[in-house]
């Protein structure tokens, strides 16, 4: 089964999921918290007799114990196999049999397991889903095969591609303590070294719906959610959680350099990133303006960074930024920048260099600002169209500790936003900053 190995940021989804402007409604959810402490959220949309069934659990990479990287996500692919009234693989059955879909996540904050499925199929779904949250069963002879899975998984999606390698190493010397440094599908010496007591431990220590979020988002009411949920997820019985470690990252004293040549590579690349304040961590006045930007310097081919560095000066065939800082942890506003064939990677960095000191030092205009504001804004009849969308980003934000109030705000908080607070949010993430730079290289064979 394909699952993916991080969800899409909150930031990217919650682009789309802005209203009307002037109006601080998204996807008006209703809340409500089981006797145990797990909450629930309810999304109705009654247009099709469809629901989307999510649950997430407030653990993730990040909570792995040291020297422990990619438990997390291995006991993400055991939470498909038996219970103790489940055959291995019967869960997935059940859903396939049942006409749903169904898949997984795990990222560095959270982990999180979904069905799509008939309306009338819901109360299976809550059926089964609460059924692994405890009575998992875990055997050696369940674990070690499925560890041959997650290590090929790792072969393919990381050790076999270039950019994936050199992301890594990036991260290794991007963040200096926080464990978002390690990679969220584990080290291989490591994953090959994690016991079935590591993963029995971690599912206990985590998997409890005092630690989770459930999402319903379809064709649903509150009343009708309200008694399946007690039922099947009420019953099961809070437990104590480990207490959590509260990462910061030390003072940024020098700039660093990560350069990777690769004989699979084609098309040369290079970045660089810079520490940011995230909508949790850090300076966090800052993170709608810094949404706001990253629209301004790469939302699309009339975006400030595309139109001067590939329409114009024709030194690219792609440049860009990024914004990531919907976790629980530091985020990172980045740059990159690719040359065109046979181009010269190191004349292109240049060019982009001169656009980043550009930036800092005539900041950006109110025609740029309003434009970017109003295509967030516009863009909300997409995320209002779909069923997963809003448990995505409901799901995601209470995850890292953030409120339904926190995404329903939103629109207004991103119109809100003036070039002057645009501005201010550049002078503290690029201004003076020590940064690091990544050059990916092809690798001529002889």
Same mark, same amino acid.
């Given at each position: 089964?394909? !699952?993916?190995?991080?969800?899409?940021?909150?930031?990217?989804?919650?682009?789309?999921?802005?209203? *009307?402007? @002037?109006?601080?409604?998204?996807?008006?959810?209703e809340?409500?918290?089981?006797?145990?402490?797990?909450?629930?959220?309810?999304? #109705?949309?009654?247009?099709?007799?469809?629901?989307?069934?999510?649950?997430?659990? &407030?653990?993730g990479?990040? /909570?792995? +114990? +040291?020297?422990?990287?990619?438990?997390a996500?291995?006991?993400?692919?055991?939470?498909?196999?038996?219970?103790?009234?489940?055959?291995?693989?019967?869960?997935?059955?059940?859903?396939?049999?049942?006409g749903?879909?169904?898949?997984?996540?795990? #990222?560095?904050?959270?982990?999180g397991?979904?069905?799509?499925? %008939?309306? /009338?199929?819901?109360e299976?779904?809550? &059926?089964?889903?609460? /059924?692994?949250?405890?009575?998992l069963?875990?055997?050696?002879?369940?674990?070690?095969p499925?560890?041959?899975v997650?290590?090929?998984?790792?072969?393919?999606?990381?050790?076999?591609?270039p950019?994936?390698?050199?992301?890594?190493?990036?991260?290794?010397?991007?963040?200096?303590?926080?464990?978002?440094?390690l990679?969220?599908?584990?080290?291989q010496?490591?994953?090959?070294? =994690?016991?079935?007591?590591?993963?029995?431990?971690?599912?206990?220590?985590?998997? %409890?719906?005092?630690?989770?979020?459930?999402?319903?988002?379809?064709?649903?009411t509150?009343?009708?959610?309200?008694? =399946?949920?007690? &039922? $099947? $997820?009420?019953?099961?019985?809070?437990?104590?959680l480990?207490?959590?470690?509260?990462?910061?990252?030390?003072?940024?004293?020098?700039?660093? @350099?990560?350069?990777?040549?690769?004989?699979?590579?084609?098309?040369?690349?290079?970045? !660089?990133?810079?520490?940011?304040?995230?909508?949790?961590?850090? %300076?966090?006045?800052?993170?709608?303006a =810094?949404?706001?930007?990253?629209?301004?310097?790469?939302?699309g081919?009339?975006?400030?960074? $595309?139109?001067? *560095?590939?329409?114009?000066? &024709?030194?690219?065939?792609?440049?860009?930024?990024?914004?990531?800082?919907?976790?629980?942890?530091?985020?990172?506003?980045?740059?990159?920048? #690719?040359?065109?064939?046979?181009?010269?990677?190191?004349?292109?960095?240049?060019?982009?260099d001169?656009?980043?000191?550009?930036?800092?030092?005539?900041?950006v205009?109110?025609?740029?600002?309003?434009?970017?504001?109003?295509? *967030?804004?516009?863009?909300?009849?997409?995320?209002?169209?779909?069923?997963?969308?809003?448990?995505?980003?409901? @799901?995601?934000?209470?995850?890292?500790?953030?409120?339904?109030?926190?995404?329903?705000?939103?629109?207004?908080?991103?119109?809100?936003?003036t070039?002057?607070?645009?501005?201010?949010?550049?002078?503290?993430? =690029?201004?003076?900053?020590?940064?690091?730079?990544?050059?990916? *290289?092809?690798?001529?064979?002889?």
């Amino acid at each position: 089964m394909a !699952r993916l190995a991080a969800i899409i940021t909150l930031s990217a989804i919650l682009s789309l999921a802005a209203s *009307l402007p @002037g109006r601080a409604v998204v996807f008006s959810p209703e809340s409500f918290t089981l006797d145990n402490g797990m909450q629930v959220v309810v999304v #109705s949309n009654h247009r099709v007799p469809v629901v989307t069934h999510m649950i997430w659990y &407030k653990v993730g990479a990040m /909570d792995e +114990p +040291p020297g422990k990287s990619g438990l997390a996500h291995y006991l993400e692919h055991l939470m498909f196999k038996g219970t103790e009234s489940l055959e291995p693989g019967e869960f997935s059955a059940i859903v396939a049999r049942n006409g749903g879909q169904e898949n997984a996540f795990t #990222s560095q904050d959270y982990t999180g397991y979904y069905q799509s499925v %008939a309306v /009338d199929r819901l109360e299976l779904m809550m &059926k089964i889903e609460a /059924d692994r949250m405890t009575n998992l069963v875990l055997t050696d002879e369940i674990i070690e095969p499925e560890r041959q899975v997650v290590i090929e998984e790792r072969r393919s999606r990381t050790d076999n591609e270039p950019s994936a390698l050199l992301r890594e190493q990036v991260n290794t010397a991007f963040f200096q303590n926080h464990p978002y440094r390690l990679p969220i599908i584990g080290w291989q010496h490591e994953i090959e070294g =994690l016991t079935r007591d590591d993963l029995i431990s971690f599912y206990r220590a985590w998997y %409890a719906p005092n630690n989770a979020v459930l999402v319903i988002s379809g064709d649903v009411t509150v009343e009708m959610v309200r008694p =399946l949920a007690e &039922k $099947y $997820y009420g019953v099961i019985p809070a437990r104590p959680l480990p207490e959590r470690v509260a990462w910061r990252e030390p003072p940024l004293n020098a700039d660093r @350099g990560v350069e990777m040549k690769h004989p699979r590579v084609r098309q040369p690349v290079w970045s !660089r990133r810079f520490m940011a304040p995230g909508v949790i961590y850090g %300076a966090t006045e800052h993170a709608d303006a =810094l949404q706001v930007l990253s629209e301004i310097l790469a939302g699309g081919a009339t975006s400030r960074l $595309y139109r001067t *560095l590939v329409v114009e000066e &024709k030194v690219a065939v792609s440049a860009g930024a990024w914004y990531e800082g919907d976790g629980r942890g530091p985020g990172v506003f980045g740059f990159y920048i #690719s040359p065109p064939q046979n181009g010269d990677v190191r004349a292109a960095a240049v060019a982009m260099d001169a656009e980043i000191k550009k930036l800092i030092d005539k900041g950006v205009t109110e025609d740029e600002v309003e434009r970017a504001v109003r295509e *967030l804004q516009d863009s909300a009849i997409y995320a209002l169209d779909s069923f997963q969308t809003p448990a995505r980003v409901i @799901g995601g934000a209470l995850s890292i500790g953030q409120t339904i109030e926190d995404v329903e705000s939103w629109p207004d908080r991103i119109g809100a936003i003036t070039v002057d607070a645009v501005n201010r949010a550049i002078a503290a993430v =690029l201004k003076d900053q020590h940064s690091v730079t990544a050059l990916l *290289l092809p690798e001529p064979t002889s």
